[in-house]
């Protein structure tokens, strides 16, 4: 073992040290992405390929995924099989679900980036919490359904938004 430690690592986390640059934790409520239950399965595979393209999820990145079981119902086989799926019913379900997955400083230790995909006011305090401690922190939310206690905190800010078909791409270049 090298003798080199800094004086942040004992030596028993010197062999597991986690480069967090770019690694991002995305906390994912379907529901409020699509504006509700009642949608058909399609639609909630579109909205996760939009989330996606807008959050700018990368592999390294880990994903929780949330919404209430009638959502889930319709969603949970159109959603990539690798990423956590949770069910939560009742009011504020999912937010809280998410909310007590990790701490926002259990958040500030092993991401470089909080990704939060819902425009919903439940978020804030924790997002907040994440960002004092060191995490940078972006929001992805449905247009017009975005929290005005998002704004002016210093959060990254995206609208979800459609992902360029194949076809499109030529347009785009």
Same mark, same amino acid.
């Given at each position: 073992m090298s003798s080199t430690l800094n004086r942040h690592q004992s030596a028993s986390s010197a062999n597991c040290m986690i480069?967090?640059?770019?690694? %991002? &934790?995305? &906390?994912?409520?379907l529901e409020n992405l699509a504006g509700g239950p009642g949608q058909e399965s399609t639609v *909630?595979?579109?909205?996760?390929d939009d989330y996606t393209f807008? #959050?700018?999820l990368n592999e390294q990145d880990? $994903?929780? +995924?949330?919404?209430c079981g009638l959502v889930m119902a319709e969603a949970a086989f159109s959603l990539p099989a690798r990423y956590p799926k949770h069910c939560?019913?009742?009011?504020?379900?999912?937010e809280?679900? &998410?909310?007590?997955? $990790?701490?926002?400083? /259990?958040?500030?230790?092993? *991401?470089?980036? !909080?990704? +939060?995909?819902?425009?919903?006011?439940? /978020?804030?305090? *924790?997002?907040?919490?994440?960002?004092?401690?060191? %995490?940078? $922190?972006r929001i992805v939310s449905a247009p017009g359904s975005r929290s005005a206690e998002f704004s002016?905190?210093? /959060?990254?800010i995206r609208d979800l938004v459609s992902r360029p078909?194949?076809?499109? !791409? #030529? !347009?785009?270049?």
């Open positions: 480069d967090i640059r770019d690694r %991002a &934790l995305h &906390l994912v409520d *909630y595979r579109d909205i996760w807008s #959050a700018g880990h $994903v929780e +995924i949330a919404t939560a019913n009742g009011a504020d379900g999912a809280n679900l &998410l909310l007590g997955i $990790v701490g926002p400083d /259990f958040v500030a230790r092993r *991401y470089e980036w !909080l990704v +939060i995909g819902s425009g919903d006011h439940a /978020f804030v305090p *924790y997002a907040l919490e994440a960002q004092r401690l060191g %995490a940078k $922190v002016g905190n210093g /959060f990254g078909v194949a076809s499109n !791409l #030529a !347009l785009i270049a």
